[in-house]
């Protein structure tokens, strides 16, 4: 559905009317001092999946999640020596930090790619940090542009890119740094670099007084596009009528299925739902049948996760 577009202002009223957007569940553009981000409730499955659509992105990679300082990262995330040390050097600022979900976290699955970790990131633009207290929430965003697309810098970029998709957009000028933020995986032992960006490694390695591990492997620069991260317990057949033998049936749409993905056959509702319906499977440790899902919108994306839980497994 096409949308008109609104160019906000970056003052109280466009700040306030931005946060509005956001409360209503719809996407809205905003600067950070990296590039401009595609923002929707964190919270909100349902407008996390339109930041999927929005973008026409293919797969649902995980997001990161912006907040308004770092005590509401600790929300989110689970806080550590390490964490506060990073947090306290460089947030605000283009460093985005990877942290094991912190309990009754209450973000949307989709933000996490069902990951038990969160990226959380505190931007330093006085526009993006006035939105983020206006809405005193987690704003979920990836950069403001089509998927495979250049990341837009200005609004205009922006507008280009998205209009007729979302809701508006705040307008406040170029962004300074035009890299996405560095991202710096705490999850495990060492600090690793995830992503390289707008902070430079060496200045991370200073502050921890350590070198930062490399990725040793695709599974963390990419864990989105790592098959036996989604699979579940059980083996999974796509493309199903019915439920055969122990089967248990996910559905899409009208059908007769143990749990469904959208009963009314919407391709959103089924995106925010998809990584919670996996975990519920999961836990069931049964076989699992997808009834077919539409190759069109959000449903490549969809069918994209579910060949790879369909994948054949590594031993
Ligand atoms: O500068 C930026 O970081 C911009 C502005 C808008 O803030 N945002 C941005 O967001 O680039 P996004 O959502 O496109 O970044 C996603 C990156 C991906 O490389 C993803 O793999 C990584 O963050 N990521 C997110 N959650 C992760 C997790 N739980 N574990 C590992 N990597 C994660
Ligand atoms: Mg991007």
């Not at 293919?58 to 964490?83: C, E």
């Not at 205009?156 to 300074?176: F, M, Q, T, W, Y």
């Not at 049936?249 to 007769?256: K, P, R, T």
Request: hydrophobic share 45%.
């Amino acid at each position: 559905m096409a949308e008109s577009m609104e160019i906000l202002a970056p003052d109280a009223a466009g700040i306030a009317c931005a946060a509005a957007h956001l409360r209503a569940g719809r996407l809205i553009a905003f600067p950070t001092e990296t590039v401009y981000g595609l923002g929707a409730d964190a919270r909100d499955g349902t407008a996390v999946a339109a930041i999927y659509a929005a973008k026409g992105r293919p797969s649902f990679n995980p997001l990161i999640v912006h907040v308004a300082d770092t005590d509401m990262a600790k929300r989110y995330g689970q806080w550590s020596d390490l964490a506060e040390v990073l947090a306290s050097a460089f947030w605000p600022g283009p460093l985005t930090l990877v942290l094991p979900l912190a309990d009754g976290h209450g973000l949307s699955s989709l933000v996490t790619a069902g990951l038990p970790s969160v990226a959380l990131r505190v931007p330093a633009h006085a526009t993006a940090r006035a939105l983020l207290s206006a809405f005193d929430g987690p704003v979920a965003a990836p950069s403001a542009n089509p998927s495979g697309r250049i990341s837009p810098t200005t609004a205009a970029h922006v507008v280009n890119g998205l209009e007729g998709r979302i809701a508006g957009v705040v307008d406040d000028g170029p962004c300074s740094v035009g890299l996405e933020s560095t991202i710096v995986g705490l999850t495990g032992d060492a600090p690793v670099l995830l992503r390289a960006g707008g902070l430079p490694v060496e200045a991370i390695e200073a502050a921890l007084g350590m070198p930062l591990a490399q990725p040793d492997d695709a599974k963390i620069t990419a864990p989105g596009q790592l098959t036996s991260h989604y699979a579940p317990a059980g083996q999974v057949r796509l493309n199903a009528e019915q439920a055969e033998g122990n089967e248990v049936l996910l559905g899409f749409g009208n059908v007769d299925c143990d749990l469904n993905l959208s009963p009314s056959g919407d391709l959103t509702e089924a995106a925010a739902r998809l990584f919670d319906c996996l975990h519920q499977l999961d836990a069931m440790a049964r076989p699992i049948a997808v009834t077919r899902i539409p190759e069109r919108g959000l449903g490549v994306a969809i069918n994209d996760r579910l060949r790879r839980a369909a994948a054949p497994r590594d031993p």
